[in-house]
């Protein structure tokens, strides 16, 4: 399941120094991998201290994390929509994410330079905002004067759907509001799924900060968390030069160290990866034994049959029915033959709803 999830933001915000954190993010997960794909895109582990366990337990000869992929996006500039800086490509590149990260600087530093003038995070947000509302506008307007037509003169109830739903959009981003504002039911997002709209994407804002504020924030961040309130949009606090110190340490006593000193019980590169995770709407579900302890990624509300897909189309095409332990009955017990004497092995059909954290064996035939 390739799923991207974009980091975005102006120029010397701080992108590159917490994507180079997130390329080391091996130190904060366990020694789990990080590879470069290209240049700006890397595969990273998402950090679970559940297969941690399930792996202790089990001491199998692989252990296999889920992951994510993050594309560092070139910086954006003014005019961005018409083409300036390396305008086209960015948008191209967002477009491609599944989800967007927006780095805001929320820090004082003489000595870096602000591509406007000045520190101010909300501005900062607003010009990134306006060029992705602009490319938005003009995909909507196109759509539109497709199907405006057909809505009004013949008998296509799709392309009526469709044309109401691009209007409620056409309003929102005239007023300066992103398309995910906007509320739609499953049959009229359905309609639109093709649309692919930028400001559409969910966001987690990354309010990059100076050690002192990585605790709790400071005004700048107040200034952001007021400006995205009605955003449904997710914020959170990271000090990217510090992540980078902790990158640079050897041991995971060291990097623990330096956490608690700073007063952190988490690094921010590993909170990241989880906010991004969630963000995607996604959850995990675990296969475990001897030979392979293996996390595996699903979107939230997968039945069995589909999970059972991910892990190969057999499985989905054959399937009779799941054996599913919960975690925290397998941690408790120590193993699958203790689970299954005490009776906490469930049977599981074609209808049951997959819940993160699931340790699960599927019986199929081909």
């Known amino acids: 399941m390739a799923l991207q999830c974009g980091i975005v933001g102006l120029p010397n915000v701080g992108k590159s120094t917490l994507f180079n954190c997130l390329s080391n993010a091996k130190a904060q997960a366990a020694n789990f991998?990080?590879?470069?794909?290209?240049?700006?895109?890397?595969?990273?582990?998402v950090p679970d201290e559940r297969l941690v366990e399930l792996a202790r337990i089990d001491n199998p000869k692989k252990v296999i994390p889920t992951t994510i992929e993050i594309v560092d996006i070139a910086g954006l500039v003014k005019g961005a929509s018409k083409g300036e800086g390396l305008g086209n490509k960015f948008l191209a590149n967002i477009r491609n994410t599944d989800a967007i990260i927006h780095v805001l600087r929320c820090f004082d530093n003489g000595n870096i330079t602000h591509v406007d003038g000045s520190v101010n995070p909300v501005r900062d947000k607003e010009i990134i905002d306006t060029e992705l509302?602009?490319?938005?506008?003009?995909?909507?307007?196109?759509?539109?004067?497709?199907?405006?037509?057909q809505a009004q003169t013949g008998g296509d109830?799709?392309?009526?759907?469709?044309?109401?739903v691009l209007v409620k959009y056409k309003e929102a981003l005239e007023s300066g509001k992103a398309a995910r504002t906007?509320?739609?039911?499953?049959?009229?997002?359905?309609?639109?799924?093709?649309l692919n709209l930028l400001t559409d994407k969910?966001?987690?804002?990354?309010?990059?900060?100076?050690?002192?504020?990585?605790?709790?924030?400071?005004?700048?961040?107040?200034a952001v968390r007021e400006a995205?309130?009605?955003?449904?949009?997710?914020?959170?606090?990271?000090?990217?030069?510090?992540?980078?110190?902790?990158?640079?340490?050897?041991?995971?006593?060291?990097?623990?160290?330096?956490?608690?000193?700073?007063?952190?019980k988490e690094s921010g590169v590993s909170r990241l990866i989880k906010a991004a995770y969630r963000l995607l709407d996604l959850q995990t579900y675990f296969t475990t034994g001897p030979d392979e302890s293996r996390a595996w990624t699903f979107t939230k509300g997968t039945k069995a049959p589909q999970a059972a897909g991910i892990i190969h189309t057999d499985f989905e095409r054959g399937f009779i029915r799941a054996e599913v332990i919960k975690y925290d009955d397998y941690i408790a017990l120590g193993s699958e033959k203790a689970c299954r004497e005490a009776g906490k092995i469930a049977i599981e059909g074609k209808e049951y709803v997959v819940q993160d954290g699931?340790?699960?064996?599927?019986?199929?035939?081909?």
Do not use: W
């Open 202 to 222: 969910p966001v987690l804002y990354v309010c990059n900060v100076d050690e002192a504020s990585a605790v709790s924030g400071n005004a700048y961040v107040e």
């Open 358 to 366: 699931d340790i699960m064996h599927f019986l199929f035939n081909v």
């Open 133 to 149: 509302m602009i490319k938005d506008l003009e995909t909507v307007d196109s759509r539109l004067a497709k199907v405006q037509k």
């Open 157 to 164: 109830k799709n392309a009526k759907r469709q044309y109401e």
């Open 228 to 264: 995205i309130r009605d955003e449904n949009a997710e914020l959170l606090i990271v000090a990217a030069a510090t992540e980078a110190d902790i990158a640079e340490l050897e041991s995971f006593e060291e990097r623990e160290a330096f956490l608690a000193d700073v007063g952190l």
């Open 33 to 45: 991998p990080f590879c470069t794909i290209e240049p700006n895109v890397g595969v990273i582990t």
């Open 182 to 194: 906007v509320e739609l039911d499953k049959e009229e997002r359905k309609t639109v799924s093709d």
